[in-house]
């Protein structure tokens, strides 16, 4: 936690009790407004911190972005593979190939005692992007509003420089501010979920698109177009995950809008790669003895310093020293310190921690990870923050997991989520935690389009 948290926290109960119970009020309008609740507090970020992340974030998306040519010269069908996608999913990822990549990025972080580290990346279906919304709502918390302009704090808002990105892709297929736009969720979303996407959807109508919320079940392919609610779609802003493709009773789903994007009626947004290049398996590669050769000696330090050791397990694994060791072994012996994760699992799920089980349930699971090809990850703990919470106020200890976001190749933002202290390790909706929004101190020379007040 770092000074700028501290005085907050100070500022917060020096306030008094009037000014404590309309933050409470205020807080409890903004739960009525949007529906659920969110963390009590935002986080914050000094300047030496955004810098690192500004510094660090960008080079590591610009190296998993490059695994495909390093690894496989450039042949995507080669990467597919090496990251365990199926014979369909391999159809998938070259259906929708981009000629220029997908720039957009969420890194999950845990903060040590000393320093942010990434345990893995999302470049798929990366939600979020509306956080700029909470900062700007949050500020009517008195407490909150108050302590942001005693210290000029701002925020950068990722849905400015995400816009940016879509109104690149608009131009590009020609079509500029006549694009329609389908934001895109799966058929089983919760409706907590399709509210997200609704407000996204009207941000992109207030930026002159045509734009609609829908679910993969309601595209209609109508001759050369592709609708949605009645509206011709051009690009499809997808929120559902390359797993989807060859599921059972998926192909009447998936490959209408496959065929639709062979024939250039739709890009999708994001192209099916970006799954694999933001994927746990490539996650893990540079750690991988074999490949330490087709990175440069920055680029190894970067991975050591902001990613823990992680590797797809086989029946020989490298490790963090780079000595091959029999994978069974040594996972069993390191039971304590490490996590199994699906190598396409999304949100939290198909992850076991060692801590978690005895010796004999870990070793069903990492021989049930071998087969399946799961990754296996050091173990990396964050000491939890305090937010006071609820009326009359307590302290909750919360667990933060910082969604950071690299859009265009420069630091965009950060979605918070906080999940209480002592519950399992894993940070995410399923597991009871709230979403936040984070605040800033301001940055010489920072891109004004990109920082919002």
């Known amino acids: 936690m770092n000074q700028l948290t501290e005085d907050y926290l100070a500022f917060q109960s020096n306030g008094g009790p ?33 810098a690192e992340l500004d510094r660090d974030l960008p080079a590591l998306h610009r190296l998993l972005n490059d695994l495909p040519a ?10 597919a593979r090496l990251c365990g996608a199926t014979p369909a999913q391999v159809d998938a990822v070259l ?9 957009l990025a969420r890194a999950d972080l845990l903060h040590t005692d000393d320093r942010f580290v990434a345990i893995e990346t999302n470049l798929a279906a990366v939600g979020g992007t509306e956080t ?55 058929p089983e979303d919760p409706p907590r ?91 893990a ?43 069974l072994e040594h996972c069993v012996a390191e039971r304590p310190r490490l996590v199994l994760k699906g190598g396409m699992s999304q949100a939290g799920h198909d992850i076991v921690m060692g801590r978690d089980l005895t010796d004999a349930q870990w070793r069903a699971a990492v021989s049930d990870g071998l087969r399946r090809r799961s990754v296996v990850q050091q173990l990396v703990e964050a000491p939890p923050e305090p937010f006071v919470e609820g009326w009359p106020r307590t302290v909750a200890e919360r ?20 999940a209480l202290a002592g519950r399992a390790g894993i ?3 399923e597991s009871g935690a709230l979403l936040g929004c984070s605040f800033e101190e301001r940055r010489t020379g920072a891109a004004p389009e990109a920082v919002a007040s």
């Open 18 to 50: 009037e000014r404590a119970e309309a933050s409470w009020r205020a807080a409890q309008r903004l739960r009525a407004l949007f529906g659920v609740e969110h963390l009590a507090r935002p986080v914050y970020l000094d300047r030496e911190q955004i």
């Open 70 to 79: 390093r690894l496989c010269d450039g042949d995507l069908a080669s990467f």
């Open 95 to 103: 259906a929708t190939s981009h000629p220029t990549g997908w720039p």
């Open 132 to 186: 700029g919304e909470l900062c700007r709502a949050m500020t009517a918390i008195p407490e909150i509003g108050e302590f942001v302009a005693a210290r000029d704090l701002t925020f950068t808002d990722p849905g400015i420089a995400f816009r940016e990105v879509l109104r690149a892709e608009a131009d590009r297929i020609g079509r500029g501010t006549e694009a329609g736009i389908a934001v895109v969720c799966a």
């Open 193 to 283: 979920t399709r509210a997200v996407f609704e407000l996204l959807a009207l941000l992109l109508e207030e930026d002159g698109y045509t734009a609609v919320a829908c679910s993969l079940d309601e595209l209609s392919y109508q001759g050369a177009e592709v609708r949605a609610n009645g509206a011709r779609v051009d690009l499809v802003l997808r929120f559902f995950f390359l797993d989807r493709v060859g599921g059972q009773g998926e192909d009447s789903l998936i490959a209408p809008l496959l065929d639709a994007c062979r024939r250039e009626q739709v890009v999708l947004l994001a192209p099916f790669s970006a799954d694999l290049v933001g994927g746990k398996r490539a996650f």
């Open 285 to 327: 590669l540079p750690w991988h003895s074999e490949f330490a050769g087709d990175f440069t000696a920055e680029e190894r330090e970067l991975v050591a310093r902001l990613t823990p050791w992680s590797h797809v397990l086989r029946d020989r694994i490298s490790t963090a020293d780079g000595v091959l060791v029999d994978a």
């Open 399 to 418: 667990t933060v997991n910082w969604g950071v976001y690299v859009i265009g190749g420069r630091y965009a933002g950060v979605m918070a989520r906080g």
């Open 427 to 429: 940070i995410s909706y």
